[in-house]
């Protein structure tokens, strides 16, 4: 069973940037899709941004495409989110996700394995 781990989350003023990472122990990540999903106060979790298994494809939001990142590194294990140009719309708590069955981690990806989550905060 792999364990997912998210951290780098804080505060950050509108306009700037955060890096999320989101390291995995217990099973390789190679071969599954990883994806970053985020849930604000008061509000359903949504989908923020998914990577394919291989690195090759990737897919995002609305509301973040041009200002997020979503990348892999296999040989450490670890997703990332790069988050640029921040808005207070993006104050949530962040979470990582994998899938072993998909090919790319979307909104609609079932069956995702957790992580427990790291806040983000943007100060206006």
């Known amino acids: 069973q792999v364990q997912l781990v998210e951290s780098g989350g804080g505060l950050a003023q509108a306009g700037g940037s955060l890096r999320l990472s989101c390291a995995a122990s217990g099973r390789t990540l190679i071969n599954y899709a990883m994806g970053w999903f985020r849930q604000a106060p008061g509000m359903e979790r949504e989908f923020v941004a998914g990577i394919s298994w291989s690195g090759s494809g990737t897919t995002y939001a609305d509301s973040v495409r041009g200002r997020f990142t979503i990348s892999r590194d296999d040989a450490k294990n670890t997703a990332y989110l790069q988050m640029n140009n921040l808005e207070p719309d993006d104050t949530a708590v962040y979470y990582c996700?994998?899938?072993?069955?998909?090919?790319?981690?979307?909104?609609?990806?079932?069956?995702?394995?957790w992580g427990q989550g790291t806040q983000v905060t943007v100060s206006s």
């Open positions: 996700a994998v899938s072993s069955v998909a090919v790319i981690v979307t909104a609609t990806t079932k069956n995702l394995h």
